[in-house]
């Protein structure tokens, strides 16, 4: 599934372009690259990214700025390279849209393995086609998945969201009124253990409510906070 994959690659540093680009077009990815933000842009929006690398710091326009334009366009899964001082850069980053981070200095067996996870994600977000056509469709009262279609429609009406946000729905919603912790959902819809903070887990909670409120509150609702505990996926009989 990653085999020809199309990754640009955004930092001011030649130095790690070039570290990141050989370590990915060993796995025979198609990498192609940009110095400042406002080039990144340009070509994000031009071309179709399966990911998207992009520093937080660069000249012109910084990440957080790439990031917010781009996904007021596309939904291209963005992980955002950051510096260890730049915490609440990070945070930042998650609430326009990132979909992961890495924190510099890094190794690039760690940014391939990130790639890998986060192409495997989108990609079984598809869900299992040996399954039976009616699962392909989750329908509840307020909101419907189309795994096919790789859509969620709330009362009706299309809802846009980032990969990351589409996965952590479709998890939460395969198993109702379950609740899961955040470690939980950090290694099942993120893929790792032990890079993760689970502040990532609320933002992305945070994103896909508002989200969906705007186009249903009671969809909104069927994502419940557990306090102390996670978050649930919350089916009204009523």
């Known amino acids: 599934m990653d085999i020809n994959a199309k990754v640009l690659v955004a930092d001011d540093e030649e130095r790690i372009r070039r570290l990141i680009r050989m370590y990915l077009e060993r796995e025979d990815y198609i990498v192609e690259e940009a110095d400042n933000g406002t080039d990144a842009l340009q070509l994000a929006l031009e071309n179709d990214y399966d990911v998207i690398l992009l520093d937080i710091m660069m000249p012109e326009m910084d990440g957080i700025e790439v990031c917010q334009a781009l996904r007021k366009e596309k939904e291209t899964p963005v992980i955002m390279l950051t510096a260890k001082g730049e ?11 990132t979909d992961d981070y890495i924190v510099k200095p890094f190794s690039p067996r760690e940014v391939v393995l990130r790639v890998k996870a986060l192409l495997r994600r989108v990609s079984a977000s598809h869900f299992d086609e040996n399954e039976t056509a009616p699962k392909n469709l989750l329908v509840f009262p307020h909101l419907t998945i189309d ?26 919603a395969k198993s109702p009124d379950k609740v899961f912790n955040r470690e939980h959902l950090l290694k099942e819809v993120w893929q790792y253990e032990f890079f993760g903070d689970l502040r990532t887990v609320d933002t992305h909670v ?22 102390g505990v996670g978050y649930k996926f919350e089916v009204d009989d009523a």
């Open 87 to 97: 915490e609440a850069n990070r945070v930042q980053g998650f609430e326009v849209g």
């Open 147 to 172: 795994y096919d279609a790789h859509r969620v429609t709330a009362d009706g009406m299309e809802v846009s969201l980032t990969p990351k946000e589409y996965e952590l729905l479709c998890f939460l």
């Open 206 to 227: 945070k994103r896909l409510r508002e989200k969906l409120n705007k186009i249903s509150k009671d969809a909104a609702k069927m994502i419940v906070t557990v306090w």
